[in-house]
Antibody
Framework: QLQLQESGPGLVKPSETLSLSCTVSGVSISSTSYCWGWIRQPPGKGLEWIGNICFSRNTHYNPSLQSRLTISVDTSKNQFSLKLRSVTAADTAVFYC????????????WGQGTLVSVSS | QSALTQPASVSGSPGQSITISCTGT?????????VSWYQQHPGKAPKLMIYDVNKRPSGVSNRFSGSKSGNTASLTISGLQAEDEAKYYC??????????FGGGTKVTVL
């Protein structure tokens, strides 16, 4: 059974870089079948898709975040990561990592989520 | 990309049926059969309930069903139960190879 677990700092200062990792268990992150993504949810608000990376290394980013965003894979740790630069208070959210099969357009496995607050 | 439009809240009595709408555009809901629905209880991660408009993952009750007409998708919950009280989000794949979510609908079981 595929499982995902987010990790990273719970507090980031404004203008700095938010960095999160998602550890994948139950499947190799190098599997040709999977894509790995991030979705966030500001407190009390709805879900916002952030971006995906697939085995083929195709990446797709939310256009509203693209200029500040990098999603990458670390095969040695079976992890994928998110870096969001120049954060502001508006980036405060619960961040979820999620997975989908590359040929399917829905996210069937999710991490439990991790709250990241942006504050000085 | 704009969020899909969902009603803020829907309510029903136990045993009744309710329907949640999700309106998009001809760049997302209207052009693909790739609408999915997620259930989220407070403090929990979203759970996939419907994918590809009307398919149910293994383990999801057949009381949940989905449909689509034009730019609007719908989720119907029949035989409403107390455990169905949660927030529901629709999502669609888009013509720019991105995903968009709805604002969420809170379902209340009266």
């Amino acid at each position: 059974q595929l499982q995902l677990q987010e990790s990273g700092p719970g507090l980031v200062k404004p203008s700095e870089t938010l960095s999160l990792s998602c550890t994948v268990s139950g499947v190799s992150i190098s599997s040709t079948s999977y894509c790995w993504g991030w979705i966030r949810q500001p407190p009390g608000k709805g879900l916002e898709w952030i971006g995906n990376i697939c085995f083929s290394r195709n990446t797709h980013y939310n256009p509203s975040l693209q200029s500040r965003l990098t999603i990458s894979v670390d095969t040695s740790k079976n992890q994928f990561s998110l870096k969001l630069r120049s954060v502001t208070a508006a980036d405060t959210a619960v961040f979820y990592c999620a997975s989908r099969m590359e040929w399917l357009q829905y996210f069937d496995f999710w991490g439990q989520g991790t709250l990241v607050s942006v504050s000085s | 990309q704009s969020a899909l439009t969902q009603p803020a809240s829907v309510s029903g009595s136990p045993g009744q049926s309710i329907t949640i709408s999700c309106t998009g555009t001809n760049s997302d809901v209207g052009v693909y059969h790739y609408v999915s629905w997620y259930q989220q209880h407070p403090g929990k991660a979203p759970k996939l309930m419907i994918y590809d408009v009307n398919k149910r993952p293994s383990g999801v009750s057949n009381r949940f069903s989905g449909s689509k007409s034009g730019n609007t998708a719908s989720l119907t919950i029949s035989g409403l139960q107390a455990e169905d009280e949660a927030k529901y989000y629709c999502s669609s794949f888009t013509t720019t190879s991105t995903w968009v979510f709805g604002g969420g609908t809170k379902v209340t079981v009266l």
